[in-house]
């Protein structure tokens, strides 16, 4: 797949640099034909990539939304930059339901899971805030509820795709859907290198089980889920 992603520029510090997940999100939607014509929610959108991009594949809207106020002000000028129609809106994912529903949902959330020993120290600050990989123990802290609120987010024959890590358990987030009401199943993966997290926190994945001994490389996984 050749999927041109819009340049946005200097990526300041203090926001999720697009990287294999936010790529791997678009080229999905891209493939799948969902934006077209489709009002669109990102639901933690960091630079704007993945909206921008639905905007960009003729969506009739696009709300994204973002808890970091650089994020925010980030995926805000990169719109402008590119004449693309997008409101970006501060605060949790969870607003999305204000503004809905939605034909097609977007996520890559945070979804590392969290050592229990802070290693915000050995992670280089080009990775991006701590807040956009640390989702709790499991690194299902946002991908469970927002699991549970995709019906509510969605309207009828809507779509949400989720994008995150083999660490935080796909197939739990495959019967969390289903158990919503959702079709729902995996429908892309892709093997890539440890960033910077994953090589910080590779022995403790390996040690509680979360990712296979031995492992050098991490699956992202693309989850769709489709509303009745
Ligand atoms: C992995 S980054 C993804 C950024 C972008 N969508 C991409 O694909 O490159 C996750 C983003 O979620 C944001 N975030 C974390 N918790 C959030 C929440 N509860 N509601 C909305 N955004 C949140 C972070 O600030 C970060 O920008």
């Not at 050995?122 to 802290?141: E, F, H, K, T, Y």
């Amino acid at each position: 797949m050749t999927t041109a992603y819009t340049d946005l520029g200097t990526i300041e510090a203090g926001v999720y640099p697009p990287q294999e997940d936010s790529h791997l999100l678009i080229d999905v939607m891209i493939a799948a034909g969902l934006a077209p014509g489709a009002k669109v929610a990102d639901l933690c959108t960091g630079s704007g990539v993945v909206a921008l991009a639905a905007a960009q594949a003729d969506a009739a809207e696009v709300a994204a939304f973002d808890i970091c106020p650089t994020a925010v002000a980030h995926a805000r000028r990169s719109a402008t930059a590119a004449g693309a129609n997008l409101a970006v809106h501060r605060g949790s994912w969870a607003r999305a339901r204000e503004f809905g529903p939605f034909d097609l949902v977007l996520a890559n959330p945070p979804y590392v899971p969290q050592a229990p020993v802070d290693d915000t120290d050995d992670i280089p600050a080009d990775a991006g805030p701590a807040q956009a990989w640390n989702a709790g123990a499991d690194g299902r802290s946002v991908l469970d509820p927002m699991c549970t609120a995709a019906p509510h987010l969605l309207a009828e024959g809507g779509t949400m795709l989720i994008v995150h890590s083999e660490c935080s358990n796909a197939e739990q987030t495959v019967t969390a859907l289903r158990s919503e009401g959702l079709a729902a199943d995996i429908v892309a993966q892709q093997m890539i290198p440890f960033g910077p997290v994953m090589s910080a926190r590779a022995d403790w994945l390996m040690s509680v089980g979360l990712l296979p001994h031995g492992a050098t490389m991490e699956r992202i996984i693309v989850i769709r889920a489709d509303a009745p």
